[in-house]
């Protein structure tokens, strides 16, 4: 009995896919990781036929049980499309790249998320060069023959992953051959179509409150009581202000003319001589003779002042 030989990748139609209409949340993968040296240095043989992509191919990455987030390695054919980490970041040595666009292999994200895949720094995308075509669905690069020798390790199987043996890596009669990493699959919430949705419910709700152009109802009625505040406000403000000004104006001038007191001799206007007035009590004493409503004005000659002598032609 033979086995047959598997079908090449680039032979693999639509209807070759599974339909991946369930997946599985692993949990959040928030902080970035990263893993051991060896995850992307060394080459292993997991001796099983690929975990999607037909073929046996040397393998690195989240394939090998310490090189995947919480030890959740894949042992099940195409675990990365059914399985995700949300909400994730890709680990320190990984990049992220758009999910496969290749017919049978999109996925269909929940609302409100974005999907990534997660592959190493020295691998290709699923979308890039012809990846799709070899690996579709996985990260790929590939191994150049050199003078200095490849090794790989051989395990026992993708479940136990046990190390049967070191060989030299063999490129019969090719100078290259292909490598094969399994990505990571994140979800992130997607903030550019979350903000579309937002501004495009509040054009839609201003829209219908404000139909015609014409103002809501509540905005003419806040304008409206707005209005009559500031009215009231000010005829306040004018109120006080008036009875202040009242009071103020008898306390001045009980102050600048108490009765009974006689007021001293001012020297206001120019030259020597100047005025005072007179009060009610001083006519009444002096002419006995009944007192204007208004004191009159009696000028006096302003003494001689002593002349002031100026300072000399000092300097500072």
């Not at 090998?64 to 995700?84: G, Q, V």
Request: charged share 15%; aromatic share 12%; hydrophobic share 30%.
């Amino acid at each position: 009995m033979t086995t047959p030989a598997p079908t090449p990748a680039s032979a693999l139609g639509e209807g070759d896919f599974p339909s991946f209409t369930t997946s599985t949340n692993l949990g959040p993968l928030t902080t970035t990781l990263s893993f051991a040296p060896n995850c992307f240095s060394n080459f292993y043989d997991m001796n099983i036929e690929g975990l999607g992509p037909p073929g046996e191919f040397k393998t690195q990455g989240c394939c090998i049980s310490s090189c995947c987030p919480f030890d959740n390695f894949y042992t099940k054919e195409w675990a990365w499309m059914t399985s995700y980490y949300s909400p994730g970041v890709c680990p320190s040595d990984y990049q992220s790249c758009d999910p496969p666009t290749r017919t049978g292999l999109v996925l269909t994200s929940n609302p409100g998320e974005k999907i990534y895949f997660c592959c190493p720094m020295n691998y290709m995308c699923p979308n890039e060069g012809s990846i799709d075509t070899d690996i579709p669905g996985a990260c790929g690069s590939r191994l150049y023959k050199s003078s200095e020798p490849a090794y790989y390790t051989v395990l026992d199987g993708i479940t136990r992953q046990i190390p049967q043996a070191t060989e030299i890596y063999d490129f019969e009669s090719s100078t290259v051959d292909l490598l094969i990493a399994y990505p990571i699959q994140i979800r992130v919430p997607d903030t550019a179509g979350t903000a579309a949705q937002t501004a495009s419910g509040k054009a839609s709700s201003s829209q219908s409150q404000s139909p015609s152009g014409t103002l809501p109802i509540g905005a003419i009625i806040g304008i409206a009581f707005g209005g009559v505040f500031a009215v009231v406000a000010i005829c306040t403000i004018l109120y006080f202000c008036f009875k202040f000004r009242k009071r103020f104006g008898k306390k001045r001038a009980s102050q600048d003319y108490p009765e009974g007191e006689t007021i001293q001799q001012s020297t206001i206007g120019s030259g020597p001589y100047g005025y005072a007035p007179i009060l009610k009590a001083e006519l009444d004493a002096s002419e006995g003779t009944q007192s204007p409503s208004y004191p009159p004005k009696k000028f006096v000659r302003a003494p001689q002042s002593t002349p002031l002598e100026l300072p000399g032609d000092e300097h500072y």
